[in-house]
C-alpha cells in the first residue's frame, strides 16, 4: 500500500499559556512523529544572577501569571534550605491555604476557559467564535448549561483569588511569601471571610465542575482512549504537614514519588537532569540542575524548542493532576482519592486506566480541585491566631538550597546558589518543562510528544485531536523574550 505522508503544523497552539507550536508527521492518518516546541525564551535564570537572594521569591513569580504562587513557595523553600530555617505552623498552614486557592483558580480556568471549548461550539460571538470545526456532539440543553458555566467560571475564579489574596495581600503574584514563613498577621476575619469564599468555591466544583467533566466524559468516551501518554508519573508532593528540613523525608498530604510501570518509587533529587541536545542552548547537557547554565543559541542545528528535556535518571515522566491522582490511588493511603476516583470511574463504567487519557487528565484535574477545597477548609481551622508566622533568617555568604514543590500543573523545583551573600546561580525546572518537554538527547520524546505519537488524525487539515491531547496537560509556555526561528512548515493551521 502506499503511504500517505503529511506534516501537520500549528502554531500557535491557542487557548494555552503561552507559545507553544505543534507539529506531526502523519502515515496512513497516524502520527509517526510528534514535536512539541516551546517558542518563547524566558531567560529568568540570568535576570537573577548577582541579585539578593531574597529578591528570588518576588522575580521567579514573574515566570508567569497563573502560577505565581508556587513559584514563590518553591522560591523561598529553596532560600530557607540554603539559610538552614524552617517555617512555623502558622507559616506553614497559610502557605498551603494561598498554595489550595491557587490550585482551586487553576484548574477551573483550564477547565473552562481554555479546554472545555474543544468540545462545545459555544454561541457565535466572541470569546467564542472565531473557532475551529471539530466534532462538536453536546446536545443543545447540554450546550446552553456549559457556555452559562463558562460565564460563571470568571465569577468563581475571582473568588479564589480573593481567597488567596486574604493571606497573600494581593493576587496574582504574592506579596506575603518570605524566607521563614509569611509576613502576614492573621486575624479572626481572614479565617471568616476565608470560609464564605471556600464554601462557594466548594458549591461551584461539587455541582458545576464535577458534574461537566463527568457529562463530557460521557459524551466524548473515546477521549478516555486518547493521548495516553507512557505512564510514568513524577509528583514533588503538595502541602506541608510537618517542618522536616529534608524535603525529600517531610510529610506531604499529596506524597512525592514516581511511578513506573504501575510501580510508585521514591525520588531522589540529585537524579534529575536537564537535557538540551533539541533545545535551542549550548549549556552543557545532561546536568543537575545545580550545575544548569543557560546560553541560549536561537540559530542551533537540530534544535526545535526554547524548552530543556527534564528527566530523572534519563527516563521521560509526566507530571500533574493525574500523576497526583494516580499515584495517592495508587497508594491507597488517602481513602477519599480511592473513594472518589472509584466512584465516578464506576459511573462511567471504567476502570483506573482510563486516567491515563485527555479525558482521564480532566477528571483528575477536577477530583483533585474538590480533594483540594476540602483540605483547605481544614486548614484554614488550623490557624493559630496569636500565634507566630515566621522565622528569622540571615543570608549566608555561601550556600546552596533546593525548594521541590507542586504547582498545578506538576512537579516544580527550584535551585539556589549564593556566593558574596548575591545570587550566584539559579536554575527553574517547572511542570511544562518536563510535559512539553522536546526529545532528549537519546532522542526519546517528551511526555506531550508520545501522547500524540500513534492518535489518529482523520483530517490533516484539522488536526483537532492533537490540541484535544496536549491541551489536557494544561501547558503553560512561560514568557520572556521573544525570539522565534522561522520554520519550514508546509501548512499552518490556526487553532482559536
Ligand atoms: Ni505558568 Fe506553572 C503551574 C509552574 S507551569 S503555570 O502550574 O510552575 O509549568
Ligand atoms: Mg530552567
Known amino acids: 500500500m502506499e503511504t500517505i505522508r503529511a506534516h501537520v503544523v500549528i502554531d500557535p497552539l491557542t487557548r494555552i499559556e503561552g507559545h507553544l507550536k505543534i507539529e506531526a508527521t502523519v502515515e496512513n492518518k497516524k502520527v ?3 514535536k512539541c516546541a516551546g517558542t518563547l525564551y524566558r531567560g529568568f535564570e540570568q535576570i537573577l544572577a548577582g541579585r539578593n537572594p531574597l529578591d528570588a521569591i518576588q522575580i521567579t513569580q514573574r515566570f508567569c501569571g497563573v502560577c505565581p504562587t508556587p513559584h514563590a513557595i518553591a522560591s523561598a523553600q529553596a532560600l530557607e534550605n540554603a539559610f538552614g530555617i524552617m517555617p512555623p505552623d502558622n507559616g506553614r498552614v497559610i502557605r498551603n491555604i494561598m498554595q489550595g486557592a491557587n490550585y482551586i483558580q487553576s484548574h477551573i480556568l483550564h477547565f473552562y476557559h481554555l479546554a472545555s471549548l474543544d468540545y462545545f461550539r459555544g454561541p457565535d460571538v466572541p470569546p467564542f467564535i472565531p473557532r475551529y470545526e471539530s466534532d462538536y456532539r453536546v446536545p443543545q440543553t447540554v450546550h446552553d448549561q456549559l457556555v452559562s458555566h463558562y460565564v460563571q467560571a470568571y465569577q468563581i475564579r475571582l473568588k479564589a483569588h480573593e481567597l488567596s489574596a486574604i493571606w497573600s495581600g494581593k493576587m496574582p503574584h504574592v506579596a506575603s511569601m518570605v524566607p521563614g514563613g509569611v509576613s502576614i498577621i492573621p486575624r479572626l476575619d481572614n479565617i471568616t471571610t476565608s470560609l464564605w469564599r471556600l464554601k462557594e468555591l466548594t458549591d461551584f466544583i461539587d455541582n458545576v465542575y464535577i458534574p461537566d467533566v463527568m457529562t463530557l466524559g460521557e459524551i466524548y468516551r473515546d477521549c478516555f482512549q486518547l493521548g495516553i501518554g507512557n505512564k510514568n508519573l513524577l509528583s514533588f508532593g503538595l502541602f506541608d504537614l510537618d517542618a522536616e528540613p529534608d524535603v525529600m523525608k517531610r510529610k506531604r498530604f499529596f506524597p512525592m514519588g514516581r511511578m513506573t510501570k504501575g510501580k510508585i518509587e521514591p525520588v531522589d533529587a540529585q537524579r534529575i537532569t536537564e537535557d538540551v541536545k533539541s533545545s ?32 530523572y535518571e534519563g527516563e521521560v515522566y509526566e507530571v500533574g493532576p493525574l500523576a497526583r491522582i494516580a499515584m495517592a490511588y495508587e497508594r491507597k493511603t488517602n481513602p477519599k482519592v480511592v473513594q472518589l476516583v472509584d466512584s465516578k470511574l464506576q459511573q462511567l463504567q471504567l476502570g483506573p486506566d482510563a486516567l491515563y487519557s485527555v479525558m482521564g487528565r480532566h477528571l483528575a484535574r477536577a477530583l483533585e480541585c474538590k480533594i483540594v477545597a476540602d483540605e483547605i477548609s481544614s486548614m484554614i481551622m488550623q490557624v493559630k491566631l496569636d500565634e507566630p508566622v515566621c522565622t528569622n533568617h540571615t543570608i ?12 498545578a500543573r506538576g512537579a516544580l523545583g527550584h535551585w539556589i546558589e549564593i556566593k558574596n551573600g548575591k545570587i550566584a546561580r539559579y536554575q527553574a525546572v517547572v511542570p511544562t518543562t518536563w ?18 505519537i500513534g492518535t489518529t488524525v482523520e483530517d490533516t487539515e484539522n488536526p483537532f485531536a492533537l490540541a484535544r491531547i496536549v491541551r489536557s496537560f494544561d501547558p503553560c509556555i512561560a514568557c520572556a523574550i521573544h525570539i522565534l526561528e522561522p520554520g519550514k512548515s508546509l501548512k499552518k493551521f490556526r487553532v482559536v
Do not use: F
Open 32 to 34: 509517526v512523529e510528534a
Open 280 to 311: 535551542w542552548y549550548d549549556s552543557p547537557s545532561r546536568v543537575h540542575p545545580t550545575r544548569g547554565e543557560t546560553m541560549p543559541n536561537p540559530v542551533k542545528k537540530g534544535a526545535y524548542s526554547w524548552l530543556k528535556s527534564p528527566r
Open 396 to 407: 549566608p555568604d555561601s550556600a546552596q538550597g533546593m525548594g521541590l514543590w507542586c504547582a
Open 435 to 452: 510535559n512539553a518537554s522536546p526529545k532528549d538527547d537519546k532522542g526519546k520524546p517528551g511526555p506531550i510528544e508520545q501522547a500524540m
